[in-house]
């Protein structure tokens, strides 16, 4: 079975701060210097797009990648013990309220109790093929 590749949900509200943070850098930085406003605000502007765009899960095998700006962490899908959807603003940085929680049979995959929360755009077919590699897999 080939990779498959699940893109994060981006909600309204960090299209919001993508579009708020840089415009307000851009327009502080009118009466500077014209190297502060290309090195330190179009720094700024692509930090702030690499935090929106550089997100994703990939599922490969018995593994799931999940990559957090750009870096990849590799989770074994046997050690999951049970996923369900969740939403909320407070447990995570995800860029969306709505998540799939993940928990693991054994704590040191994590080395922490608490669940790992990511958001794919496709949280039903990401639980199903999830479940469809590991049966063991509780849908809460």
Request: charged residues 20%; positive net charge.
């Given at each position: 079975?080939?990779?498959?590749?699940?893109?994060?949900?981006?909600?309204?509200?960090?299209?919001?701060?993508?579009?708020?943070?840089?415009?307000?850098?851009?327009?502080?930085?009118?009466?500077?210097?014209?190297?502060?406003?290309?090195?330190?605000?179009?720094?700024l502007?692509?930090?702030?797009?690499?935090?929106?765009?550089?997100?994703?899960?990939?599922?490969?095998g018995?593994?799931l990648?999940?990559?957090?700006?750009?870096?990849?962490?590799?989770?074994?899908?046997?050690?999951?013990?049970s996923?369900?959807?969740?939403?909320?603003?407070?447990?995570?940085?995800?860029?969306?309220?709505?998540?799939?929680?993940?928990?693991?049979?054994?704590?040191?995959?994590l080395?922490?109790?608490?669940?790992?929360?990511?958001?794919?755009?496709?949280?039903?077919?990401?639980?199903?093929?999830?479940?469809?590699?590991?049966?063991?897999i509780?849908?809460?």
């Amino acid at each position: 079975m080939g990779k498959t590749v699940y893109r994060s949900k981006i909600d309204w509200w960090a299209w919001l701060c993508l579009l708020v943070v840089p415009v307000s850098m851009w327009f502080t930085a009118f009466d500077m210097p014209w190297w502060y406003a290309v090195f330190i605000c179009g720094g700024l502007t692509a930090l702030c797009l690499i935090g929106l765009f550089g997100c994703w899960y990939e599922i490969d095998g018995k593994s799931l990648m999940v990559y957090m700006f750009f870096r990849p962490t590799r989770l074994p899908i046997d050690k999951i013990k049970s996923v369900k959807k969740t939403t909320g603003i407070l447990s995570t940085a995800a860029m969306s309220t709505k998540r799939v929680s993940i928990s693991f049979t054994d704590r040191s995959v994590l080395k922490s109790f608490a669940p790992l929360e990511i958001s794919p755009k496709n949280r039903d077919g990401f639980m199903a093929q999830l479940k469809s590699i590991n049966p063991n897999i509780k849908i809460l």
